[in-house]
T-cell receptor, first 104, second 121 residues
């Protein structure tokens, strides 16, 4: 079993749809990061959270420490949200990523 | 927000040569920087953790003599791929843990460089 599991691996949505990406982990956690990687390769840290819920614009991240599970939600998805979203429970372990494609 | 600059973004070299990649934190001090490698359609793999003023800590399976890491200042870490071979072709990414931004805020957040795509011919 992988230490960090993300689902789904690939996701195609229509513009405007509500998106959920899940992350389950078995490793120790410092602060879980949700990262966004665009086709060019550059990575942006979207959230860092260790408890509860954070919101930034159309993005919402939640974490349940007891269940070792985190989710990333995108409301009113847009084609520019198309990217790979990566869950990282700590500095050393990363999920395989979820490739999101939002079609207009 | 905090910015991490990575240079060069793309480099092509001949087999047997060495390539240096720089990672700079532009507006904050980074006592810890991380170097990752990413193969196509795969996730990031941590290569080493770089602490300012001390030797880097390498992950299992990463050759220390091949991937030389230097973290001589609080704003700069370098990765040198020595005697590069075609199998070293990959996307190399650094990140820095923000401890103190200009306003003195302690964040602990990771800031990533844009990555460097190495192609060894």
């Amino acid at each position: 079993k992988n230490e960090v599991e993300q689902s789904p691996q690939n996701l195609t949505a229509q513009e405007g749809e509500f998106i959920t990406i899940n992350c389950s982990y078995s490793v120790g956690i410092s602060a879980l990061h949700w990262l966004q990687q665009h086709p060019g390769g550059g990575i942006v840290s979207l959230f860092m959270l260790s408890s509860g819920k954070k919101k930034h614009g159309r993005l919402i991240a939640t974490i349940n420490i007891q269940e070792k599970h985190s989710s990333l939600h995108i409301t009113a998805s847009h084609p520019r949200d198309s990217a790979v979203y990566i869950c990282a429970p700590n500095d050393m372990r990363f999920g395989a990523g979820t490739r999101l494609t939002v079609k207009p | 927000g905090a910015v991490v600059s990575q240079h060069p973004s793309r480099v092509i070299c001949k087999s047997g040569t060495s390539v240096k990649i720089e990672c700079r934190s532009l507006d904050f001090q980074a006592t810890t920087m991380f170097w990752y490698r990413q193969f196509p359609k795969q996730s990031l793999m941590l290569m080493a953790t770089s602490n300012e003023g001390s030797k880097a800590t390498y992950e299992q399976g990463v050759e220390k003599d091949k991937f030389l890491i230097n973290h001589a200042s609080l704003t700069l870490s370098t990765l040198t791929v020595t005697s590069a071979h075609p199998e070293d072709s990959s996307f190399y990414i650094c990140s820095a843990r923000g401890l103190k931004l200009a306003g003195g805020m302690n964040t602990g957040e990771l800031f990533f460089g844009e990555g460097s795509r190495l192609t060894v011919l």
